[in-house]
């Protein structure tokens, strides 16, 4: 790794705190480019570039795939701009394609009481799959943020739970039945399933070790095919789940945003557009003029 792509990876890990997926994804895409280019990425102008993301289109790259990338070289020429190491930003001004934003795919409020009903509290893994699905129906955590949580982040008697998302703390409130499947599993199972006594992590596997991304995605897909919900539902789809509901039910965009751990209100109005498609669905089924 040169050394310039050293402190660029050094930036996002103690910078700008984000996680080791996507600090992975961004070296990933700028390596991607110093390979197409063969010369130091510090060189490079807006034609090279621009030249890059024409072949990635040409050769049958989504546009998701390409915003993704086009993203990723922002944000390090942005951070080689900052350093004093080019003088001017090879990204700014790129004729980049234009992609719909797709809307996120959401449960009804019925399918959510019917996915957390599925959970039966008659073993040890009863008690913390439901209290894992109600937490994140509560909070709209990330599942990274989800199974990252430790013992100490979630305050029973006040009703909330403490998380680290990116650079940012931010404090979410549980709502009663949340608080009550979390103090049963702690209070029930938690301590029975932990392989160590010093064990911090607040969900475990039944190894008793914590709880891994692919482990409770498995969950998740077990409780909807028991559910017989026809969705493809992933546990980022109870996120969203959860910031529509709330948006519907006379929620302001910016207090989602602080619950969600946006950076940006931009990220947050996906919602305002996903409530406003879905009232003018109801109006056109249900309007007798329409």
């Known amino acids: ?141 990330r599942v990274s943020e989800l199974i990252s949580l430790n013992v100490n982040d979630v305050n029973i008697s006040a009703s909330f739970v403490r998380c680290v998302g990116g650079a940012r703390e931010r404090v979410v409130p549980i709502y009663p039945a949340a608080v009550k499947a979390l103090h049963d599993y702690i209070r029930v199972a938690r301590d029975r399933m932990i392989e160590r006594a010093d064990e911090t992590a607040l969900f ?12 409770f995605w498995k969950i998740v897909k077990h409780y909807q095919e028991k559910a017989g919900i026809n969705k493809d539902i992933t546990p980022h789809t109870l996120r969203h789940s959860f910031a529509t509901h709330l948006l519907e039910n006379g929620a302001d965009l910016r207090s989602i945003k602080e619950m969600l751990g946006h950076a940006d209100i931009s990220s947050t109005q996906i919602y305002a557009s996903l409530v406003k498609n879905r009232l003018e669905d109801v109006y056109k089924r249900a309007h007798p003029r329409v």
Request: aromatic share 8%; proline share 3%; net charge positive.
């Open 1 to 141: 790794m040169t050394d310039v792509l050293y402190g660029f990876s050094e930036y996002l890990k103690k910078g700008k705190r984000l996680s080791a997926n996507t600090v992975s994804s961004y070296m990933r895409d700028v390596r991607q480019f110093e390979e197409y280019i063969d010369t130091p990425v510090e060189n490079a102008g807006q034609s090279v570039v621009q030249d890059y993301i024409d072949h990635l289109i040409r050769h049958g790259k989504s546009m998701a795939t390409v915003m993704r990338l086009v993203a990723s070289m922002k944000c390090f020429y942005n951070y080689l701009q900052e350093q004093g190491t080019v003088s001017t930003n090879p990204t700014k001004g790129l004729n980049t394609p234009k992609t719909e934003r797709r809307l996120p795919n959401v449960l009804t409020g019925k399918e959510v009481e019917l996915l957390l009903e599925q959970p039966q509290c008659t073993d040890l893994k009863g008690y913390r799959d439901r209290a894992m699905l109600e937490l994140l129906y509560a909070t709209g955590l």
């Open 204 to 215: 475990v596997n039944v190894s008793g070790e914590r709880m891994s991304r692919q482990g």
